[in-house]
């Protein structure tokens, strides 16, 4: 009788240990770890949230240069550096002004501000050394590029200028704030004022820092309950090893 206790009370104790093993196995198919987020970075979000950068924004949309840039974002292992001038760099953009361009000759000045390649700024050493560098307006349309002690500066012959902040820099997508808009000799020709008009304000913005919203999901609680699981199957054997043995004393 006192045997036959022991023995359901056993088989009850490795029932309930079994169906806890169970658990422990379906746990992890449950909630997998998660994927790697893929890395698409929407550039009209970004390029409407820093800046302001809305003029540059609005004539990569209406010379549909938007697309292409998404493109090489999108599709390319090479990825895309942006060099983005601010609202301002537009505003005060007199001589030559890009009031009288065709559609053609703005959809390459856009072009004209963007490497078909993602860069950091420690890279800046190597595009001093590549220079002239190739934009994605190809042909003629090239840049020079110097490191001034740390700073990307850039030439265009027409227009001088720095990385004035870094507003996204995760690969493959880069883009940096310049002061100033990029004039290609190819649009305006050689025939370049010898001293250009002051810039009006040395302005050092705040650095618009990129909205990196990609925290790790929380995945703790899930974690500390199979640890409280685990404990209780470890419990759970203590007992069935203990009456166990006592059949055998028995
Ligand atoms: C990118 O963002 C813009 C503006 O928020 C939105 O209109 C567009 O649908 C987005 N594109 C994609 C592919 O998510
Ligand atoms: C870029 O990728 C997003 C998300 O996968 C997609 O919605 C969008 O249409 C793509 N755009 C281009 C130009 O490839
Ligand atoms: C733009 O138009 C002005 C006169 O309206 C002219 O002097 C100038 O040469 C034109 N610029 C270009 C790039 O065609
Ligand atoms: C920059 O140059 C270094 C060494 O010269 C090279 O290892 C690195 O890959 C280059 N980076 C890019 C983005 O080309
Ligand atoms: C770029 O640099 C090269 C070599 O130093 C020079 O010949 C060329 O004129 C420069 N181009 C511009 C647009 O500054």
């Not at 999108?74 to 009031?99: C, H, M, R, Y």
Request: aromatic residues 8%; contains cysteine; proline residues 9%.
């Amino acid at each position: 009788m006192e045997i036959t206790m022991i023995f359901m009370v056993s088989i009850l104790v490795l029932f309930s240990s079994s169906s806890t093993y169970a658990q422990i196995v379906g746990s992890p198919s449950l909630s997998p770890a998660p994927a790697p987020a893929p890395a698409f970075v929407n550039l009209t979000d970004l390029l409407s949230v820093a800046g302001p950068f809305h003029t540059f924004l609005s004539y990569c949309e209406s010379t549909k240069v938007i697309q292409t840039f998404q493109n090489q974002a999108n599709n390319t292992e090479q990825g895309i550096t942006l060099f983005v001038p601010k609202d301002q760099a537009f505003s005060s953009l007199k001589n030559p002004s890009l009031s009288n361009l065709t559609e053609e000759q703005l959809k390459s000045l856009i072009l004209f501000h963007a490497l078909p390649k993602y860069y950091t700024l420690a890279d800046f050493k190597n595009l001093s050394q590549a220079s002239p560098v190739s934009t994605m307006a190809g042909g003629q349309y090239t840049l020079n590029f110097t490191d001034v002690s740390g700073t990307g500066h850039i030439g265009s012959g027409w227009t001088n200028t720095k990385v004035s902040s870094s507003v996204h820099s995760t690969d493959p997508v880069a883009v940096y704030q310049i002061d100033k808009v990029l004039l290609p000799e190819a649009i305006f020709g050689t025939d370049i004022p010898p001293t250009p008009a002051p810039s009006p304000s040395p302005d050092i913005a705040p650095v618009a820092d990129s909205p990196t919203g990609d925290g790790p999901p929380s995945k703790s609680s899930p974690a500390s309950s199979s640890c409280r699981i685990i404990s209780w199957g470890i419990l759970n054997y203590l007992v069935l090893a203990v009456s166990g043995g006592l059949v055998l004393f028995l």
